[in-house]
């Protein structure tokens, strides 16, 4: 009975396959950038990428997972379709900084603005396009390949087909909900930042940075680096929030800014005291930086109470801000944050 119409369903199977595939041509894609920048060897234009031996059969749960939602985040990062989600993150962002921007004298250089947790990097990139000099910082390898590709190495707008939604079955009002598809990127980047510079726009720099953020921003050389820091659904994954503040106040300039906007989905609540985001059969590992033992989940008012304790002044507060992350608009389950968006400065005289 399910064969047959209306229901088809092998022939869903059939397309749920193709659009599997799909999906891998962009996975294939970024492995093959991956493995000329980060692995040297010789991986010829249009062959299969050559996984070294000692890569293969070690990849664990949390590995796929990531993989999974790093293929989904180019939904929210570099579709058309996703903007709606961009602009309630980055407009507080955007606004902020253009207040400040707005404070300093003319002739002071481009604000210098900090990224944590950049992702795929299309905050990053929208910050150089504004003119700011921006750096994203990123620990995961899944996020720092894919941002590698889809700001350096994609061709054209539009280049790959994604499938966000195939990975289950589950509250799908319509299959051609299921199967939809969305093209990515929307935007080259190379392109527009050289037709905003030929519209006479002064555009800015923009780089990425691989390193533990509490490792890499408490290092002598960062300190009083940054006029702002901008932490999009980023402070939620601390799991100890003073040592991110604290690396945050080092690293700011004195005036500095603070501008945060996401929810409190601590993202180490249930995992083993000091097992910060490794498998239980991975053995010893580093414990320095983020996998320093030890974790505590604030609420917001608690978060705000933290801030100032560590030195910080409260600018502005807004808070139950309606915050889609990865949303569906179709599907029959609907998830949406009550985001916190806050403004901090760092004093301008320190004692």
């Known amino acids: 009975m399910l064969a047959a119409p209306p229901f088809n369903y092998l022939d869903t199977l059939d397309k749920v396959d193709d659009a599997i595939e799909s999906n891998a041509e962009l996975a294939r894609a970024i492995v093959r950038v991956g493995l000329v920048n980060f692995q040297p060897q010789d991986v010829t234009q249009g062959s299969e ?144 930042l050289t037709r905003l510079e030929e519209e006479g726009v002064a555009v800015g720099e923009m780089s990425m940075t691989a390193a533990d953020f509490l490792c890499l921003y408490t290092e002598d050389y960062q300190a009083e680096a940054w006029d702002a820091v901008a932490c999009v659904f980023f402070l939620d994954t601390a799991p100890n929030l003073i040592r991110y503040l604290e690396t945050i106040f080092n690293c700011l300039k004195p005036g500095g800014l603070l501008i945060n906007h996401g929810p409190l989905l601590w993202h180490f609540e249930n995992n083993a005291p000091g097992g910060h985001g490794h498998d239980d059969d991975e053995g010893d590992y580093d414990t320095t930086g983020i996998a320093d033992p030890g974790s505590f989940e604030l609420s917001d008012d608690e978060v705000m109470a933290l801030i100032t304790k560590v030195g910080f002044e409260i600018v502005s507060r807004e808070t139950g801000i309606e915050s889609p992350y990865l949303l569906d608009q179709e599907s029959m389950l609907q998830t949406v944050y009550k985001a916190s968006s806050w403004v901090a400065r760092k004093p301008r005289t320190t004692t």
Request: hydrophobic content about 30%; charged content about 25%.
């Open 49 to 192: 990428p050559t996984i070294p031996p000692r890569w293969r059969g070690c990849a664990k749960r949390l590995d796929i997972d990531k993989a999974r939602s790093t293929l989904r985040q180019f939904y929210r990062d570099w579709s058309a379709e996703g903007k709606s989600e961009r602009e309630i993150c980055f407009g507080p962002i955007f606004r902020a900084l253009e207040a400040q921007k707005e404070s300093r004298p003319k002739d002071a250089p481009p604000m210098r603005v900090l990224v944590p947790g950049a992702g795929l990097g299309r905050l990053v990139f929208e910050l150089c396009a504004k003119g700011y000099v921006s750096e994203g910082n990123e620990i995961s390898y899944h996020q720092l390949l894919a941002s590698s590709y889809i700001l350096n190495c994609v061709g054209k707008p539009g280049q790959h087909s994604i499938y966000p939604w195939i990975h289950t079955f589950s509250n799908h009002s319509t299959r051609d909900n299921h199967l939809r598809s969305y093209a990515v990127p929307d935007v080259h980047c190379a392109t527009e």
